[in-house]
């Protein structure tokens, strides 16, 4: 690796990054040199919604990021590296699959509920949120999980006897 080790040159600007983008079929990013790091991600956001690229490349850029991440690292502490063609079709796989999982329907049944009672969990509508509180009361532990209408965990609150209560605000 080459140039100044920063997150923005290593996930856009070296000469390993470039190609891996360039492979991925994507454009050359305008002024790269130029560019700060908010400017790049931001970009990479926007063409997540560009219509001109393939569902399928733009899917994959958050796992192209994360393939390039870890391929530094790999370099640098594994003194080995995976092949860009192996990496980038290890990107689509996980993008792939990812949305195959997150896109699905999801119906989780739920046994022993208030009085015993059998659920399946359903999705709040459509712009709303759901809260969901699971409590153990021998451990007296509880995590209160606020998820989208996609299902998707967006922020999470839990308290554990002897632990720190934590909020993670996901979304």
Not at 81 to 95: D, P
């Amino acid at each position: 690796m080459t140039g100044t080790e920063s997150i923005e040159h290593v996930l856009f600007k070296c000469d390993i990054a470039q190609e891996v983008w360039d492979i991925a079929g994507f454009p050359p990013i305008v002024q790269l040199a130029n560019r700060s790091m908010v400017e790049l991600m931001s970009l990479s956001i926007q063409r997540m919604g560009d219509d001109n690229l393939s569902l399928l490349q733009r899917r994959a850029i958050p796992w192209l990021l994360w393939t390039i991440w870890k391929n530094r690292n790999i370099i640098l502490y594994a003194d080995t590296q995976i092949t860009l063609i192996t990496q980038l079709q290890q990107a689509n796989e996980v993008a792939r699959l990812w949305h195959e999982l997150n896109d699905a329907k999801q119906s989780i049944e739920v046994e022993g509920g208030l009085g015993n009672e059998h659920k399946i969990w359903e999705p709040p509508l459509s712009g709303f949120r759901k809260c969901n509180i699971h409590a153990v009361e021998e451990s007296r532990s509880f995590i209160v999980v606020l998820l989208s209408s996609h299902g998707i965990i967006v922020a999470m609150y839990y308290i554990m006897p002897e632990r720190p209560s934590r909020f993670l605000l996901i979304d």
